[in-house]
């Protein structure tokens, strides 16, 4: 009689559809049982249902923050795995969530390789040991251009306002998205 492998299940907490969905499909292609929940509530009904032995959770979700997440999925198991992630660069708050319990943090754009590293090393090792990409100077400022026009519901000329400046040098900004 074969013994059966027991596959761990990943949670993945992301409101970005696209990202969640490739994210889920490649963690299931290379053996693991993922689920994705697009908001943190969501997520956590989920886990309350399912226990995940580990999770993926973004810290900007749509109706509360990923550290909420984090600390709910702890309350639910302890012994739960977390990998955060971060669109925006966020390192302050990416550690934030280190101390709450998360294993380790990745900036977005990244990949389901990148995150099983994350995992498996991130109980061995202190999270500037995984590579991570330095965001240039560029990429923080867009990103940041971007989170304020998201803030004011895409309105430039209101982001300008926020932001002080005139309203066609942020739209010269915002047009060059850097690359790093």
């Not at 409101?15 to 956590?44: K, W």
């Amino acid at each position: 009689m074969a013994s059966e492998k027991i596959v761990p299940t990943i949670l993945v907490a992301e409101d970005d559809h696209a990202f969640r969905t490739m994210l889920v499909h490649a963690l299931d292609a290379r053996g693991y049982d993922a689920h994705g929940e697009g908001s943190a509530d969501a997520a956590i009904a989920w886990a309350r249902r399912e226990n995940p032995e580990r999770a993926v959770v973004d810290l900007r979700l749509p109706d509360r923050p990923g550290l909420d997440v984090i600390l709910e999925l702890k309350a639910i198991d302890p012994a739960i795995d977390i990998v955060v992630l971060t669109g925006y660069g966020s390192i302050a708050t990416a550690l934030e969530a280190i101390r709450l319990g998360a294993v380790h943090y990745l900036t977005k754009p990244t990949d389901a390789d990148r995150v099983l590293a994350a995992f498996e090393r991130g109980l061995a090792s202190r999270p500037r040991d995984l590579a991570v990409e330095t965001p240039s100077l560029a990429r923080v400022e867009w990103e940041h251009l971007q989170r304020v026009l998201a803030d004011c519901d895409g309105n430039i000329s209101e982001a300008a306002r926020t932001l002080g400046m005139h309203r066609r040098s942020l739209q010269r900004k915002l047009a060059k998205r850097p690359t790093a």
